[in-house]
C-alpha cells in the first residue's frame, strides 16, 4: 500500500494548461466564450421555449419547426408578436393597436383579426423576443 | 395529480375535489368518476415540478436577500429589515410578478413570526375575500383574537398530533387558548418547544429563517416498484441503484454515513398474497461516502433478509450517523489510508461531475441494471416543457 505522501502526487491537475516555457501574456484576461443563451434570453426566470408548428406568421419571418423564445416579464404593445392564450390554447399572434382596440392579427393578415377583450377568456402570454431558426 | 408510481392521489383541483375525489386515496378506485368526468390525470413530472419550484424562488429572492426555502412550493421570506409602508401592497405585487413570471398563483401571508404567518396562510386559503394576499400585523388585537379561536389546536404549525391531543384534555382546544396558556405551565409540559410555539403566537420571534439548510441526518431513498419482484437479482439492482442515489445526496453535502439500512417490503395493499417486511442496519467498520462502499454493504444487507416466494413491492435504502466530512478517522487495522480515501473521494467527484454536467445516470454502477424495468411507472406523464428541448410547448 502506498504511503501518505503519495497523496500529493495524486492531487487534480489545474484545469488550464501550464506552459512549460514562457507563461501565455494572456493568461490574466481568460474569459468566459460566448454563450448563445446569454443573447436570446434577457430574463431566465421569465422566459420560455416554444416550437412553432404553422406558418401563419411566416410575414415575420417565423416559420414551422423554429424555436421562440417568450418572455412573460414584457409588456406587449403595437406591433409586437406575441403568444396568447384564448381558452386553454396558446396562439402566436401580432399585436395591432386600433382607436384605443387590441387586434391580434397573423402575418399576413389572412385568418380575421381576433380582437383582445379582457371579459373573453384570453391574455397575453408572453412576447417573443426571439426566434431561433435552423437556415436551410 | 398522482404519487410515484401512479398509486395514490397526492394533488387535485378543486373542481376535482368537488366530484368527491380525495388527497390520497388509491388511483384505481376512482376509474369510474374520472372516466364519467373526463377528469385530467397527470403522473408526477418532477423535472417539471422542480424546475418551476426553482424560478418561483427565484422570483421571490427578487423580494428579499433573506429567503428559506421550506419545501418545493413554500417559502419564507424575512421583510423586517426593508422598511415597507404596506405590507398588503407589498404581498400583492410579490404575487402578482410570481404569476406574471411563472403562471403559478400563489398565497402571500405576511406575519410578524413564522408560526403566526402559517395561521395566516390558512386564513387566507379559507377566505376569498383576501384575495390571497393577508398581512395579519394589520390586524387590530379583537380581529387577531377571533382569528386565532378559529384555529384549530391540530392546525398550529409545530403542534403534533401528541401534544395537540394532550392539550385538548386540558381544555386547550384553539391557537388562542394556547397562546393565552399560563407560561410556566407550557413550559413544564410542552418544553422548550411548546414555549417557542407559545411565544410566537404572542408575535415574539423565536424561530429564525433558516437560510441556509442544515445538513441532513438522515438520507431515505425508499421508492415502490412499477411491478412486483420475486427474484433476488432485480432486488439487487434496485438496493444498487437507491443506495447509489443516497450516496450522490451525502456527497451533495459534503458529509461521511456511519449506518445504513435497507428494508424491503410485499404489496400491503394486495391481501390475497403473503405478506412480509423486514430490515438490516449495518454499522459500517469506517464512515464513508464511497457508492462501491455502500453498495456493497447495502447488497449484503439485502441478501440477509431476502426470502424467497414473496412478492415484493418496494424496498429502500438510508443512511444515518451522518457526519461532515473533514473527521476522517483512519481505523486501527489500517484498511483506509489518507490515499485511499482521496483516491476514492476523486473518483466519486469525477461520476458526480458527469452527471451534473451530463446528465442523472449517464454513469452508473453495473450492479444498478440496465434495463431496469422494476423501475416506477409514470404512465400519464405530462412533458418537461423547461427541461427538455424535445418535449417544449408546440403551438
Known amino acids: 500500500m502506498p504511503d501518505d505522501q503519495h497523496v500529493f502526487a495524486r492531487v487534480p491537475l489545474l484545469p488550464v494548461p501550464v506552459y512549460a516555457g514562457f507563461p501565455s501574456p494572456g493568461e490574466d484576461y481568460t474569459e468566459p466564450p460566448l454563450n448563445v443563451h446569454d443573447l436570446v434570453v434577457a430574463h431566465p426566470l421569465s422566459t420560455y421555449f416554444i416550437r412553432v408548428s404553422g406558418h401563419s406568421m411566416r410575414g415575420a419571418c417565423i416559420h414551422a419547426g423554429d424555436v421562440i423564445a417568450v418572455d412573460r416579464a414584457l409588456t406587449a404593445s403595437h406591433r409586437k408578436i406575441v403568444v396568447v392564450r384564448v381558452g386553454q390554447n396558446l396562439l402566436l399572434k401580432r399585436v395591432q393597436v386600433q382607436q384605443r382596440k387590441i387586434f391580434l392579427h397573423t402575418d399576413p393578415p389572412e385568418l380575421p383579426a381576433i380582437e383582445l377583450k379582457q371579459q373573453h377568456d384570453m391574455e397575453i402570454w408572453g412576447v417573443v423576443t426571439y426566434c431561433i431558426q435552423r437556415v436551410r | ?395
Not at chain 2, 236 to 258: C, F, I, P
Not at chain 2, 315 to 332: E, N, R
Not at chain 2, 348 to 370: E, H, P, S, Y
Not at chain 2, 377 to 392: A, C, K, N, P, V
Request: a neutral charge; one cysteine or more; hydrophobic letters at 40%.
Open chain 2, 1 to 395: 395529480m398522482l404519487s410515484n408510481n401512479d398509486g395514490c392521489i397526492v394533488a387535485l383541483s378543486s373542481e376535482a375535489k368537488k366530484l368527491g375525489l380525495k388527497r390520497g386515496q388509491p388511483f384505481f378506485k376512482h376509474q369510474e368518476i374520472i372516466r364519467t368526468h373526463s377528469v385530467q390525470v397527470y403522473s408526477s413530472n418532477y423535472s417539471l415540478y422542480q424546475e418551476m419550484s426553482a424560478r418561483v424562488m427565484k422570483v421571490l429572492g427578487q423580494f428579499s436577500p433573506k429567503i428559506e426555502i421550506y419545501s418545493i412550493d413554500e417559502a419564507w421570506l424575512e421583510l423586517a429589515d426593508l422598511a415597507i409602508d404596506d405590507l398588503t401592497e407589498f404581498g400583492r405585487t410579490i404575487k402578482a410578478r410570481v404569476l406574471q413570471y411563472t403562471g403559478i398563483p400563489v398565497r402571500v401571508a405576511i406575519a410578524s413570526t413564522k408560526c403566526l404567518s402559517k395561521i395566516a396562510c390558512e386564513l387566507v386559503k379559507d377566505d376569498q375575500q383576501y384575495g390571497d394576499v393577508l398581512d395579519l400585523t394589520a390586524f387590530t388585537s379583537q380581529q387577531l383574537d377571533e382569528a386565532l379561536a378559529r384555529v384549530a389546536i391540530e392546525d398550529v404549525w409545530g403542534v403534533g398530533p401528541k401534544y395537540a391531543c394532550f392539550l385538548r384534555n386540558y381544555g386547550i382546544d384553539t391557537a388562542r387558548d394556547l397562546r393565552d396558556a399560563d407560561e410556566r405551565w407550557i413550559r413544564k409540559y410542552l418544553t422548550v418547544v411548546g414555549a417557542r410555539i407559545q411565544a410566537e403566537l404572542k408575535g415574539t420571534a423565536c424561530l429564525p429563517l433558516e437560510v441556509k439548510r442544515p445538513p441532513r441526518q438522515q438520507i431515505i431513498c425508499a421508492k415502490s416498484f412499477g411491478r412486483e419482484i420475486t427474484g433476488l437479482a432485480d432486488l439487487e439492482e434496485a438496493v444498487s441503484t437507491y443506495t447509489a442515489r443516497v450516496a450522490e445526496k451525502l456527497r451533495e453535502q459534503d458529509s461521511l454515513a456511519g449506518r445504513l439500512s435497507v428494508f424491503l417490503r410485499t404489496n400491503a395493499f394486495d391481501t390475497d398474497s403473503e405478506q412480509y417486511a423486514n430490515e438490516f442496519t449495518i454499522d459500517l467498520p469506517h464512515p464513508t461516502a464511497f457508492t462501491p462502499a455502500l453498495i456493497r454493504q447495502a447488497l449484503a444487507g439485502l441478501r440477509a433478509i431476502y426470502r424467497e416466494g414473496y412478492r415484493y413491492k418496494k424496498a429502500g435504502v438510508a443512511l444515518s450517523k451522518i457526519t461532515p466530512l473533514p473527521v476522517v478517522q483512519t481505523d486501527l487495522f489500517g484498511e483506509v489510508s489518507l490515499y485511499e480515501h482521496y483516491r476514492q473521494a476523486r473518483l466519486m467527484a469525477i461520476v458526480d461531475a458527469i452527471n451534473r454536467v451530463f446528465g442523472r445516470d449517464t454513469l452508473v454502477f453495473a450492479v444498478q441494471g440496465i434495463a431496469r424495468d422494476w423501475r416506477m411507472r409514470q404512465s400519464m406523464l405530462s412533458q418537461r416543457f423547461t427541461t427538455r428541448w424535445d418535449e417544449i410547448l408546440t403551438i
